[in-house]
């Protein structure tokens, strides 16, 4: 039983990591740290845990941290994050970091898209990119998860097999992508407020996503046996849901391409991964909701490539993917505690 | 033509409030106050007014408004109209105040119910209820309309034919409200973050809503004939939609009674009051919704007599009924600008 | 491992039950029916489960049936699932009916209720009332269950303190209850459309539902020593989400009622049962969706004694009290399999 | 005052349609047909309506109508639409058609994609596109207008400036397209109902939606002095809303362009058209909602052009631009009864 820290208690993602960790047979929760003041019973904080968790917030602090949780799970701002997890490396805590502050290997393009210079270096050394789809072999032996952005997660997997396969044009990749609301996370906000944001459909950050250079460096990466950066024209959309993301992205292939043929590259591709369905149908974002699943599906219109792609903000594309790294850094099969 | 001013421009009764006003043929909007700094347009506050009006918010300042204005809408919060109702009326600014300082007769049970001491004693005693089904009379002479709470027109026309009638005990009638989200205001809280919301219903302020001693006071006043106080239990709930409020009413009747009686009752008591609209089926909020109606309808079960009632509470319980006030004190028929 | 048949695979209360039962460590889901006449696979019906259920769907046969299963959870409309509970008990089968079909034990009330003469006496007699809480004896040797329905279990867990402890009048108790959409079922309907109960909130069935005999039958037995029969007045609402149930229930106290006092007797009451949570605050159905729970809290409003309780219609409601059933026949702990 | 008919009265589109021309000076809606037996009063089909008009539906009959009518919207199923004009246009009546029978000039492109035969070469070759903002000039004398489809209109208004001028590449333009629910009609379906399409986002239709061949026809012959055809690769997505449509759109430039010469191309391409606001925020559909307007904007991303425009598909989509056709056809100003 592998003791567990929950950083940053209250939000949305942290209390779909604890009702999670509390079915896993290897993990117990054993510190939750908040910043409000007051000490609040997780309970307190998130009400349908009530009668689950007997377990008070506290402030963060490394040293006491360290005596009961050998992993710490940091659902954090960015830049609070990168302020913090020298403390716990040097204690010997593992850390799954769900902010963004460890996912851009270049400290330039941190603060580019950020606004804020990357203090830690050698945490951003360290750093291994959380999703196991493409980095399985790297995350057991990692002291410090970069967890994905939950855009990113659904982008990636949706484009990896092209990519990996040099299949479509590198560049002018549009990633269409909407979001359920629970991706702006708890912080109250006036677009984020019911009476706006239900009944309504919109564009934000159109071009100034975060996510984007997060989407470009990963695929490149993929795609590194054929040289050319990958470059993608990002849109989110906000949807009038809770949860779930979906993207609809359209490539130019390089060649002729046959849908049929696809799917059974994707299907290939992702066999050994388990939380990866490719469905011939057209997916709803309510299929993949409340579980670990991505679904992908791809179709060919007029002689571009349309990748269809959705699953579950704050568990595929947070808390659940968090787990996957969990469970493949202590030595559990993948799937524990993810059979949603 | 009507010079009109808004005071405190950016909540959604005002943003109503402009659209209909903006379609009046007898107003004209020439001052929009708010406390913003930046004196913000119109349609920058309310982009769905974009193309539609031509006007820049100015900080408060009543020698200003009178200018221009013959009659303000007061859409500020509670507390902050009693500060501003004397400075408009000495400068013979006729007032329609949407907040609740007025519409509590007695200073005391307003200082029970909001917590703060009535500071204008004079205004208070000026004050006619804005309701128009019941009080039709009175408000063509007024200079200061207490604007009626969204749940207290839905609870107060469901009830107000029985309690004239003395059908039903005037104690024990429970009012079970439910109410869209924009009933709560613009200003983001948690509990109108959309995530907490959305999919979601609950129950707040049990037994403590202060629309409660609006209801008493009001339905006291229709029965005052038969004498003894009327005294609601009243619960408001949440629902996961914008706007509409419906009331499920609950009174034990004196006698014996008869559906069908009580529907011509019904029918007959707001036979001059074209936007009730008495219906034999069960009604619903979207039938209502965006229009100046109050939807109603009686049955009997078991004995008890059940009123359901509803209403857009954005007008009919905020802009709308503001709007039938101010054709009633400006000699134009109650109906003008309001054939939503 | 116990071999389960799911008879009416097609809807919401089967798909929450299939989904319960795969992570079930006593239970194999090994027959699915369906009236479908081209056997599609579960994962069709319900693409939310590709991946986790390789079964397909076969026409109902009892024979088949019982030579794969000890237990069958019936999810048929009514008059269905009586046309084929005898067949199943005559090859002892375990039944376990989520239709109203054995919920009622005068086959009168069924008729005058449901409109169809009650076909199937000796199951009627051999029926148990499945609710867990009040009936936790007789449920493990029967042999055939009936299910409760949602509402019903909602009204019946909320009232059920103060009626065995004869704390209210037993008549004029209104049960004001709202319901997801999913409660309505999976068949589209003018009333279940999108557009129509979007944005909507509305009452149907008033004073006609079928659930009203079923709670004042249950009430009345849970306070029997007291002998008046129990009465409810049960007004049903549809409120714009998919899933939950809130019951707002006035009751009016024989005597004087604090409110610290009743939050006791309702903690006393249920400390032997895992899936109610007696609760301080207001509840929300967010809190309970997705879960086993029923939540529950108590207050003292005017004098009169407001319940309120809410739980997920589909869970709590259906499939999770289904399988509390299915713990407690067949020796596993109440809660196995529950803790979602 | 001109005498107006509604056949098919009990739709979507129909019930805005008469909710719009109930406040329009110049027109009196003398019939509405239904195919319903019973010949519904039009409040009893759409109960938003109650009090507002007093008529009966009754079956479509050519002679009938044409006594009391000078025009009839049609909004029927398309293949119904092209049974009745012909009877229609002999009795001198005009024509606009909601329904997708007139929108393609070529019949073998209707037969392609609508599965059917165009049975009516006659009308087809009579019939004025009615967009009025590209086909102003045309629409006053028609006797028969094609009523845009509504993610047609979305598409046509975001794209017309640039393909006009010749900006973009006019193959590869890609439309990934948003709609709320009632854009799908008011017959229930699965995919309609409101536990599968609540809280989900998905795709559908992709690659084969009907209202491509349209987009391609109208941009084809708005850019008809370059020649070639327009090609767009369309993909519908359902959202969970009432209303509302949401384009995002993305072209490829010919040339270097800049975000603020773009904007001002379209307010400038715009300028005559009252309907269209060309906004420099990102819209929302709440925005446009229950209004005539047409909301776009426009982006420069990693050298693609990306346009983002909006409307409602039951007012702007559907009867509202009816009613500007309505209007030219009839001699009012565009703008008439539209200032919702």
Known sequence: ????????????ASRELIRILLNHPGAEIRVATSRQDDSPRVDALHPSLAGRIDLACEPFDADRLAERARVAFLALPHTASMAVVASLRERNVRVIDLSADYRLTDAQIYADWYGHTHTDAVGLKEAVYGLPELYRESIPPAGLIANPGCYTS???????PLIRENLVERTGIVIDAKSGVSGAGRSPKLSTHFPECNESFSAYNVGKHRHTPEIDQVLTDVGCAQGDPVEVIFTPHLVPMDRGIFATIYATPRGPVVEHDLLDLYRSFYKQSPFVRVVSHLPATKESAFTNYCDITVRVVRGKVVVLACLDNLIKGASGVAVQNFNLMFGHPETTGLAL
């Open 1 to 12: 039983m592998t003791g567990v820290a929950i950083v940053g208690a209250s939000g949305y």
């Open 154 to 160: 659904t982008s990636i997997l949706a484009l990896a």
